[in-house]
């Protein structure tokens, strides 16, 4: 396998991206990088700062400035922000409302693009919601996993319970709705599969499979 190979998996959340991610990344010793986790280190980066979410101009301008690391395996990838180990913090529920926000302030996205293509130069499986289509357009291999609401929603909870165990499954599935809402409808590049990703509707099915049905027409390709 070629080995700055890029290989991008947009999707909403709760489709499997991180899980599929991170298996496809160990099963082709690929970089894995999951750039939600990127605009979760921004979020976090407003809230201490104390920045209005609403001032496109400053949440922009921070972004730039802020420095964002990714490293690790694909199990124990690691977030670091101004050299800081922010990983288990950036998987609170405050940290998750805020990049739902941030991430459609088109000079976060920009600021974050940048970053993105100079960490996927070294060749990785990056997941997030506009790799095949803005990040990486020319990737050699692009996924477009789906599911159902309800679907992604109980995976959903049973990530956010391990951080929060009162949420529910009703707030849950609300969240994702408007989450959903948000990515599709933002003018600066809203979530769409590209044209030439190959869509898996991952309800119901084994996520060995959804695995085994990448790696076949990443074969096929070859």
């Given at each position: 396998m070629a080995e700055h190979l890029i290989i991008a998996i947009d999707g909403p959340a709760g489709a499997g991206k991180?899980?599929?991610?991170?298996?496809?990344?160990r099963e082709l010793g690929l970089l894995y990088i999951d750039t939600g986790s990127m605009y979760r280190a921004v979020a976090l980066a407003v809230?201490?700062?104390?920045?209005?979410?609403?001032?496109?101009?400053?949440?922009?301008?921070?972004?730039?400035?802020?420095?964002?690391?990714?490293?690790?395996?694909?199990?124990?990838?690691?977030v670091?922000?101004?050299?800081?180990?922010?990983t288990d913090r950036t998987r609170?529920?405050?940290?998750?409302?805020m990049s739902s926000i941030i991430s459609t302030i088109s000079a976060v996205r920009r600021a974050m693009v940048r970053r993105q293509r100079e960490?996927?130069?070294r060749g990785a499986v990056m997941n997030g919601r506009?790799?095949?289509?803005?990040?990486?357009?020319?990737?050699d291999y692009k996924f477009f996993l789906t599911a159902t609401p309800e679907a992604r929603?109980?995976?959903?909870?049973?990530e956010e319970r391990q951080f929060n165990p009162a949420a529910t499954y009703e707030?849950?599935?609300?969240?994702?709705?408007?989450?959903?809402?948000?990515?599709?409808?933002?003018?600066?590049?809203?979530?769409?599969?590209a044209p030439d990703a190959v869509v898996l509707d991952t309800t119901g099915v084994p996520i060995d499979e959804v695995l085994r049905q990448m790696m076949l027409e990443i074969e096929r390709r070859s």
């Open positions: 991180t899980t599929i991610g991170r298996m496809l990344a809230i201490e700062s104390g920045t209005n979410e609403t001032d496109d101009v400053t949440v922009g301008s921070l972004a730039e400035r802020i420095d964002i690391d990714l490293a690790g395996d694909p199990d124990s990838l690691r670091t922000l101004d050299g800081r180990d922010v609170d529920e405050d940290v998750t409302d960490l996927g130069r506009d790799i095949g289509t803005v990040v990486f357009p020319s990737a929603a109980e995976r959903r909870l049973a707030e849950t599935l609300a969240d994702m709705t408007e989450r959903d809402r948000r990515d599709s409808t933002r003018e600066d590049s809203p979530l769409v599969a």
